[in-house]
Every structure is written in structure tokens, then in C-alpha cells.
């Protein structure tokens, strides 16, 4: 079964720009959940989408949006990039349920987003 | 919100030996779930083990255990026969039943073995 995969891995942006990264699940897993890390604030949640609808939105400003397509597949988009915005964006796919499985995140590689 | 706290940004553990990583976390909810996730210097975080908080027996994988103290709001994370490949970032996180699939981390645990 194919893991989580994000594109890009690596990104470079200069202030002002917008990005688009995206995040294919695993299969089956119906749940897409985001996450910025970086060094200081550790990793925060952005926001989690369950058949294409947001579910939960974490406390981050507007230019950070995103969306889930009938795949199960999502993308998220920052606009007017700052320099703070420059971390490691994570996506993690998940599954309910009351199996031993069930409710465990499972992370991508992730985006390395640089905003100069 | 829920918060959760690990007090020990770094650690060490020599090859072989036993090291446990503290975690605590704020609550008033009394169904939750608790994880520990490793992020080894490739970055792609790993689930390590996973607590029930209704289940009062500690979740053992392999050479990973934790102590969990419901009353205490204590999660810790013991790795035992510690190996050069257990190095990483540590992360302890908290999975609320009541706000769906949000889950909450720690701010996380350097662990360096020593060869």
C-alpha cells in the first residue's frame, strides 16, 4: 500500500507569492489532516478535511486555506507568503473507526517551504 | 485547548540502556487518546505506540512501553535495549474525542543514543 505523498518536497518563494502544496492519502483513508512545523511553535494544526468537507480549522489566519477532492486527495494554499511562513508543512491521513488502526495519523514527508 | 508538555528537550541514552521520555497533558475530557510519534532526521514521522485512555493496561510494541497515569495526566514513554536507530525527535500527542480528528502535540523529545 503506497504511503502518504506529498509534492513538493521542497519549495522556494519570495514574500507576497502563493503556494499550493498537495497531499495524496493512503487509500481508504478518508481524512486529510495539516500541519505546520517549525522549530520554535513545534508542530500546529491547520486544518482537517473528511469527504471533502473542512471538519476542524486550527487558529490560523485566512491566507491559509485548503480543500479535498472527491479522492480524498488535498491541497492547501497560503497567499501573500511572509517570512514567518517558511516551515515544514505536514499532511497526515487517517481512517475512523474502532479498529487498532483506526484514528492513528499517517504522516507524508512533507513540504519544505522557504519564503525569502 | 488541550495542551501537552514535555519537559525535556533533549536526552540521551547510552547504546543498549533503557531512557524514558516524560509527557504530561492538560484535560477535563475522560476519553482520549494518547500517541507517541518518532521523527528520525529524515523527517517522515512514525507512529511508535498508541494508549486508550479507557484501557487501564499499559500499550507495549516490542522494545517501546509506556507508564500511563490517567489520574496524573502522565504519559511517558520508556524505549528499553535502546539501538543507534531509536535516535530522533520524540513527539508525545493527544487525540480529543470531542473535537473530531485534532490532534494535539508536544513540542518534542531530542533523543540521541550513544554508541
Known amino acids: 500500500k503506497a504511503g502518504v505523498t506529498q509534492t513538493p518536497r521542497y519549495l522556494i518563494k519570495t514574500r507576497g507569492q502563493q503556494v499550493t502544496l498537495s497531499c495524496s492519502p493512503i487509500?481508504?483513508?478518508?481524512?486529510v489532516s495539516w500541519y505546520q512545523q517549525t522549530p520554535g511553535q513545534g508542530l500546529q494544526f491547520l486544518f482537517e478535511?473528511?469527504?471533502?468537507?473542512?471538519?476542524n480549522k486550527g487558529n490560523f489566519p485566512g491566507r491559509f486555506s485548503g480543500r479535498q477532492f472527491s479522492n480524498s486527495r488535498s491541497e492547501m494554499n497560503v497567499s501573500t507568503l511572509e517570512l514567518g511562513d517558511s516551515a515544514l508543512y505536514l499532511c497526515?491521513?487517517?481512517?475512523?473507526?474502532?479498529?487498532?488502526?483506526?484514528?492513528?495519523?499517517?504522516f507524508g514527508a512533507g513540504s519544505r517551504l522557504t519564503v525569502l | 485547548a488541550q495542551t501537552v508538555t514535555q519537559s525535556q528537550p533533549e536526552m540521551s541514552v547510552q547504546e543498549a540502556e533503557t531512557v524514558t521520555l516524560s509527557c504530561t497533558y492538560d484535560?477535563?475530557?475522560?476519553?482520549?487518546?494518547l500517541f507517541w510519534y518518532k521523527q528520525p532526521p529524515s523527517r517522515q514521522m512514525i507512529l511508535v505506540i498508541r494508549?486508550?485512555?479507557?484501557?487501564?493496561q499499559n500499550a507495549t510494541e516490542n522494545r517501546f512501553s509506556v507508564n500511563f497515569q490517567k489520574a496524573a495526566k502522565s504519559f511517558s514513554l520508556k524505549i528499553s535495549d535502546s539501538q543507534l536507530g531509536d535516535a530522533a525527535m520524540y513527539f508525545c500527542?493527544?487525540?480529543?474525542?470531542?473535537?473530531?480528528?485534532?490532534?494535539?502535540f508536544g513540542t518534542g523529545t531530542s533523543l540521541t543514543v550513544i554508541p
Open positions: 484535560t477535563s475530557e475522560s476519553d482520549y487518546y
Open positions: 478535511y473528511f469527504s471533502e468537507t473542512q471538519r
Open positions: 500527542a493527544y487525540r480529543s474525542q470531542s473535537t473530531g480528528n485534532q490532534f494535539y
Open positions: 487509500s481508504g483513508h478518508r481524512s
Open positions: 497526515a491521513s487517517s481512517y475512523p473507526g474502532l479498529t487498532s488502526g483506526a484514528n492513528v495519523l499517517t
Open positions: 494508549q486508550e485512555a479507557y484501557k487501564q
